[in-house]
């Protein structure tokens, strides 16, 4: 695919959203509303063969935060701004509980955003989550640690600096979602850039979902599979009664891959969530991935979380990680691993919001 071809794509469709919410605007008496919000999670992790240095392993006690979803906090506002337009702004930063370090250097590493809402849409400038990261909607294990991000190792988390977004209004379920990350490098309109696509339709007792996005290089290609590649996730829910079912599939490309690394790689998975009582919910799910020039893997997981309240909940989930003869997936999928150890993994804790 030419990456000059994506960059007007995904440009085009936003800079006409912008001409539309401006001409909406007008002059009017403010009224201003300010939020303040936030996670915390926090547990104890157990896992087998966990390794430092890729070649060695021992397993592992240790206190850990995030493995329920990321510890955050926030402040998000809206101002009206009359005839039914109105801005938005959120500021929100992902943390670690057990030190209380943010997750990267910026503070404000999740959202950093302002824009203008209007009966057309939302645009919205600034830093945010990838549109990749929609794929927390149909992952049976929501934004657990063992989950989708596990066996491609974190390729749909990541975030998108220097972006403009467009959020479509809510057509009879109907939502269509665009960004666009600026690479921001002279002389090239591909080179660290990012954009994508996210189509949904959901009802009460089902969701369907298409979530495309490119994340280039510096030299403006796709040359790892896990990072700077091109990816396609299809999947949705349907729910019977206290069941809900999720299934999904995925497909990254990165043509400019080394030679002996992935370039191709696909990835299914299903699983339930079950609601056994208004308080317990069971989780299970199965994940398969099969890259090319790698070898296959899996992630079994079972999990049930327990709500104290309508803010707190305690959380546990077991998973194994079946790898192939030279798979170097692991529950942390950011740490090394030795190749084709499994890893058995089980944690808990508690989640509380605000």
């Not at 592992?60 to 402040?75: H, K, P, V």
């Not at 339930?272 to 009582?277: C, E």
């Not at 077991?318 to 150890?341: C, F, K, L, M």
Request: charged letters at 15%.
């Amino acid at each position: 695919m030419d990456s000059n071809k994506n960059h007007f794509t995904f440009a085009k469709p936003l800079a006409a959203a912008v001409v539309v919410l401006g001409a909406c605007c007008g002059q009017a008496t403010a009224q201003t509303s300010v939020n303040v919000y936030g996670r915390i999670v926090s547990g104890v992790d157990y896992s087998t063969h966990v390794s430092t240095d890729g070649v060695t392993s021992a397993s592992r006690a240790s206190a850990a935060s995030n493995q329920w979803g990321t510890s955050l906090f926030g402040f998000k506002g809206t101002e009206d701004l009359g005839g039914g337009l109105k801005a938005v702004f959120d500021l929100e930063s992902g943390f670690g509980s057990t030190t209380g370090t943010t997750n990267s250097a910026a503070l404000f590493n999740r959202f950093a955003f302002v824009g203008l809402s209007g009966a057309a849409g939302t645009v919205k400038l600034g830093h945010f989550l990838s549109i990749s990261n929609d794929v927390w909607y149909i992952d049976p294990m929501g934004q657990q640690w063992l989950g989708s991000a596990t066996l491609v190792k974190g390729r749909s988390w990541n975030g998108a600096n220097n972006a403009v977004q467009y959020e479509s209004p809510n057509m009879n379920g109907f939502t269509a979602n665009v960004q666009y990350s600026f690479g921001e490098q002279a002389g090239s309109t591909s080179a660290n850039n990012k954009g994508g696509v996210s189509l949904a339709y959901v009802q009460p007792a089902f969701e369907v979902r298409a979530i495309y996005d490119i994340a280039h290089d510096a030299a403006g290609g796709y040359s790892d599979i896990y990072n700077t590649s091109k990816e396609l996730t299809l999947g949705g829910t349907a729910t019977f009664g206290p069941a809900k079912l999720f299934a999904a599939y995925q497909k990254l490309s990165a043509p400019e891959a080394a030679a002996g690394t992935p370039d191709k790689l696909d990835h299914y998975w299903a699983g339930v969530n079950y609601q056994a009582t208004p308080a317990l919910q069971l989780v299970g799910a199965v994940f398969h991935v099969k890259p090319d020039n790698a070898s296959k893997a899996n992630l079994y997981t079972l999990g049930a979380n327990y709500s104290l309240s309508k803010r707190t909940l305690l959380y546990t989930t077991i998973g194994s990680v079946d790898n192939g003869a030279d798979g170097t997936y692991s529950e942390r999928y950011w740490e090394q691993h030795v190749p084709g150890q499994n890893q058995a993994s089980l944690y808990f804790g508690v989640s509380h919001t605000f």
